[in-house]
Nanobody, 118 residues
Framework: QVQLVESGGGLVQAGGSLRLSCAASGLTFSSYIMAWFRQAPGKEREFVARSSYSGGSQSYTDSVKGRFTISRDNAKNTVYLQMNSLKPEDTAVYYC???????????WGQGTQVTVSS
């Protein structure tokens, strides 16, 4: 049974930092592109960041470039999202997603709440 479990969310003041983690089990982690998405109240889920299989390549949505960093540890089956200089508009539920190399399987975590106060 595949599971993606996020952790690390919470309440932080604007300008602060949080580090999210997503621990995967039941899959061959290194065969999955891992990504973070977020969904704010009343809005659609949006892409935040993506890591290649080895972690050597990353991509970000423009609004988080220079503030957020995605990384992964394939030995620990875990992907991270380091979030710095947080803004109130970063408030959302953050989800991790794994997509298998052939795109025939994808999995989502249950989400973790991030709230940034002004």
């Amino acid at each position: 049974q595949v599971q993606l479990v996020e952790s690390g969310g919470g309440l932080v003041q604007a300008g602060g930092s949080l580090r999210l983690s997503c621990a995967a089990s039941g899959l061959t982690f290194s065969s999955y592109i891992m990504a973070w998405f977020r969904q704010a109240p009343g809005k659609e889920r949006e892409f935040v960041a993506r890591s290649s299989y080895s972690g050597g390549s990353q991509s970000y949505t423009d609004s988080v470039k220079g503030r957020f960093t995605i990384s992964r540890d394939n030995a620990k089956n875990t992907v991270y999202l380091q979030m710095n200089s947080l803004k109130p508009e970063d408030t959302a539920v953050y989800y991790c997603k794994g997509t298998r190399w052939d795109s025939r399987r994808e999995y989502w975590g249950q989400g973790t709440q991030v709230t940034v106060s002004s």
